[in-house]
């Protein structure tokens, strides 16, 4: 397949994977620890940061490999030791050069840091099969799927061991490109959503590619990023309008059974906030905002109040020079966003962010006792800050701004 713009937007938003994307086979029980024993990582100026819930600990990862500009993390294993590492040459893309015409240019590296012992270790060092490679989905007994997109842009995903030996196709050339992978809890099935020639649809395979089932396709959506439930009896995922939406801003939240029967709508109005961006022009960031599901089955996702408009507006047919392709006007900018908390099996609806307007609440994450949420706030213009509160919403408390408080994004639990 060769790749287009949107399929792009996605493939770097996936850069950082979803929250969800670690190895769910036979996880370990949930062990409640005090704050200050439990671990979290976010990301901020480019450097990714490990630090307690309680906001002790702080460092800044740094690793001394020369011509990586920047390191992601991008999965948990089960033990909650180590961590998928994502590193990048300085991009090739820039003013002037079109972001889908050079990104997949630049160079990558895949490690493993354990957060004990500080080390890392290369990946892929038997076998590469593109210079960009980012991995999407850690599989059980050390094997993972992998992103690979060639010199003439032709993207595909293959199932490989951690050395890039005894690859096995997941897609096929000309098949689309699965984004937003996530494995069922017991480790047999994945969910997808794939940027076909018909549009954005969720499937559904085993962990080879095969045995695929069509979980949802239709004329004028754009459908995201599934989520199994901790049963594994359901999916969630997000329904976009790109006609009256072409910038991703909101969707709504869709449930269904993984065979596609059972479906319906859980919000309406393009509820949620999807393309969470933020910040000024010299510290502008912003990324695809999940909806997560909940220990106790319920959702936590980021609900927009009434009419809210973002401060940075999407540009309809400028040419993609910065992966961002937006336009700064805080001045038209209304509304906010806050975190909720939604029972699929009733419908019922609990705030657990109340902000004021202006104020943009996103980035929801659940610890593995499920005690406590971890979320992003920003105000209208402003770079985010990393918040804290209990599972009901409780006690929020800023944890830290990130670098000279130029913001903090994408945190997330260490298992």
Known sequence: MTMDRRTFLVTAASAYLLTSAGCHTNPPKPVLKPLNQQRLFFTSQGKTAVMNGDGSGLRYLAFDVPNQATWQPTAFFPDGKRVLMLSMEPRRDGPGKPFEEYYHKTPTRIWTYDLDTGALVELLTKKRLAPFCTPQLLLADGRMLIQVISEDKVAQTFNVNFDGSDPRPFTQPGEGMPYGLDLSPDGTRVAYHLAGPKGYEIRTSDIYGNQKTLVAQQAGHLYFGPKWSPDSQWLIFQDCIPKDDPGHDWSDLVLSRPDGSEQRLLTNGQALWFAATYGAPESRGGGSNMPVWSHDGTILHCRRFPESKVPWEYQVGRVDVDHFNRRFNPDAARGGTEICRLDPANGELK??????????????????????????????????????????????????KGIDGLGADHPRWVP
């Open 351 to 400: 705030r657990l962010s109340v902000s004021k307007k202006q104020v943009w609440d996103f980035r929801q994450a659940e610890s593995s006792d499920g005690k406590h949420i971890l979320f992003c706030r920003a105000a209208t213009g402003e770079s985010p800050g990393l918040w804290i509160c209990d599972a009901n919403g409780d006690h929020a408390q800023l944890l830290t």
